[in-house]
C-alpha cells in the first residue's frame, strides 16, 4: 500500500486531488457476480491494487462479503494481503520464479503450475520444507501467454500424479476473446479445455476444481463458468467492453475527483500550457485543477478529455501537465475549491471508464490501474 495514502487517509488533510471507493457497491456487485453465477464460486481478482481500489481495504470487504477466493498477479501482491491478515485461499495467477517458491508456501499462497518444470520446481522445494504445496495447473487453449499448451497438457497432469508434496486443488485456463461479439475462438478454447480435463475421469480421478472465466466469460458464456469464476473489471462495476451483453446489473465503485485550485480570465492570443496546443479566440474563463499524468491522468487526454464542475462538463485544453492540467469554462462559473469529477458518477451524468478511456485511446482496464499511488484512496459505505 502506498504509505502517503495512509499517513493522509485523513480527510481532513487529503490533498484536494484523490479517489473516493464505495464499499457497498462493491459488495453489490460481487452480490450480483454470485447470483448470475451460482452454483459457482467467485475469486476476486485484486491485482494492480485492486484495478486501482486499493488491494487491502478491498481484499478485505471482499472477505466479509463472503468471496471464495482471491486472485492477485504476483506473490507480492499475495504477501501483502498475508500480511493485512487475510486469511482465505489467495491464487498467485502469475508465473513464479524458482527461487521465490519458498516464499509462496511460507505465507500460504496458491502457486500457479504452468510447465512440468516449475511443477517439479514446488515439488522439489515443498519437500525440502517439508510442506505441501497448494497448486492449480493453467492450461493455455489459445492465449499463448502462460501454460501448458492444450496439446501437451497430459503431459503436466501426468506428473502431478508423482509429485507427492503437490496438492492439486485446481486447474485453469484463460480466455483471449472472451469480450468479442465472435464468441467462435472463445468457444474453442473452452472444448480444449474440456478435452484436456478428460483426463481425470479416464483416469478414474477426482477431477480438481476447474475454472475459465473472466468478467467477459461470466457475462457471455454460461458455459464458462464451471466451478469457479475469476472476475475482475465487473467486480468493480466496469464492463469489460463496451458492446460487451451486460448480463449481469453492476455499477462503477470508483469516483476520481480534485478541486479547482486557481482561477484566471485568458486572453486570446495568450496560448495555455506547454507546447502552446490550444487557445482561444476570445477572452475565456480557464481554471488549473492539481491532477496531471504523475497522478496517472494520461497525457493523452491533452486536448480530449472533459471534467464536471457544478454540474457541467467543460473541456480540458493545453498539454496535461506532470500535477496540473487546466479546464476552459468558456463563460462558466467556478470558484477556487469546487469539486472537480474527473472519472465516475456525479452530477451532469458522470465521466465513465469507457468515456475517459476512449478519449485517451485506450481501454477502461488502463484507465482504472493507472491512477497511481500518489492519489489518497477514501472508502465509503460499510457494506
Ligand atoms: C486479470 C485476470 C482475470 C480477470 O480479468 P477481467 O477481465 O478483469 O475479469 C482473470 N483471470 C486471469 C488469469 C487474469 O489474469
Redesign the pocket.
Request: a positive charge; proline letters at 8%; aromatic letters at 12%.
Given at each position: 500500500m502506498n504509505p502517503e495514502a495512509v499517513i493522509f487517509a485523513d480527510e481532513e488533510v487529503v490533498r484536494p486531488t484523490h479517489v473516493e471507493v464505495d464499499l457497498d457497491c462493491l459488495a453489490g456487485n460481487l452480490a450480483a457476480i454470485r447470483a448470475h453465477v451460482g452454483p459457482a464460486r467467485v475469486?476476486a481478482?485484486l491485482?494492480a491494487n485492486a484495478?486501482g481500489h486499493g488491494l487491502v481495504p478491498v481484499a478485505q470487504l471482499m472477505v466479509r462479503q463472503g468471496a471464495d477466493y482471491l486472485?492477485v498477479?504476483f506473490l507480492e501482491e499475495g504477501i501483502l494481503l498475508r500480511r493485512a491478515g487475510i486469511r482465505i485461499p489467495i491464487l498467485v495467477?502469475?508465473g513464479i520464479a524458482g527461487e521465490q517458491i519458498p516464499l509462496f508456501l511460507r505465507h500460504d499462497l496458491t502457486l500457479t503450475a504452468p510447465s512440468v518444470e516449475k511443477l517439479r520446481l514446488i515439488d522439489e522445494a515443498a519437500a525440502a520444507l517439508g510442506m505441501q504445496a497448494r497448486v492449480h495447473l493453467k492450461v493455455d487453449t489459445g492465449m499463448e501467454r502462460i501454460g501448458i499448451h492444450y496439446y501437451n497438457a497430459h503431459l503436466l497432469l501426468e506428473a502431478s500424479l508423482t509429485c507427492h508434496h503437490v496438492q492439486v486443488e485446481g486447474i485453469?485456463s484463460?480466455f483471449a476473446n472472451?469480450?468479442a461479439a465472435d464468441l467462435a475462438h472463445a468457444r474453442l478454447q473452452l472444448q480444449r479445455f474440456h478435452e484436456v480435463l478428460e483426463f481425470y475421469p479416464k483416469r478414474g480421478l477426482p477431477m480438481p476444481m476447474r475454472h475459465m472465466?473472466?468478467?467477459?466469460?461470466?457475462l457471455q458464456l454460461p458455459e464458462s463458468h464451471l466451478d469457479l469464476v475469476?472476475?475482475?473489471?465487473?467486480?468493480y462495476g466496469v464492463y469489460?467492453a463496451a458492446d460487451c451483453i451486460r448480463s449481469v446489473p453492476v455499477q462503477a465503485a470508483l469516483t476520481w475527483k480534485s478541486r479547482v485550485a486557481y482561477f484566471k480570465v485568458v486572453q486570446p492570443g495568450h496560448p495555455v500550457s506547454y507546447g502552446s496546443t490550444w487557445q482561444s479566440d476570445r477572452p475565456v474563463r480557464v481554471i488549473t485543477i492539481p491532477v496531471g499524468y504523475g497522478d496517472g491522468y494520461f497525457r493523452a487526454l491533452s486536448n480530449k478529455a472533459e471534467v464536471i464542475v457544478r454540474g457541467v462538463r467543460h473541456p480540458v485544453v493545453g498539454r496535461v501537465c506532470m500535477d496540473q492540467m487546466m479546464v476552459n469554462l468558456d463563460q462558466g462559473t467556478a470558484y477556487n475549491g469546487d469539486e472537480v469529477i474527473l472519472l465516475g458518477a456525479g452530477p451532469g451524468g458522470g465521466i465513465s471508464a469507457d468515456e475517459l478511456a476512449s478519449w485517451a485511446g485506450t481501454i477502461p482496464?488502463e484507465v482504472l490501474t493507472n491512477i497511481n499511488t500518489r492519489v489518497p484512496r477514501l472508502y465509503r459505505g460499510e457494506a
Open positions: 475469486m481478482i491485482k484495478y486472485g498477479a495467477l502469475g485453469y484463460h472472451a469480450d472465466a473472466n468478467s467477459a466469460g461470466i475469476r472476475p475482475g473489471i465487473l467486480l469489460p482496464y
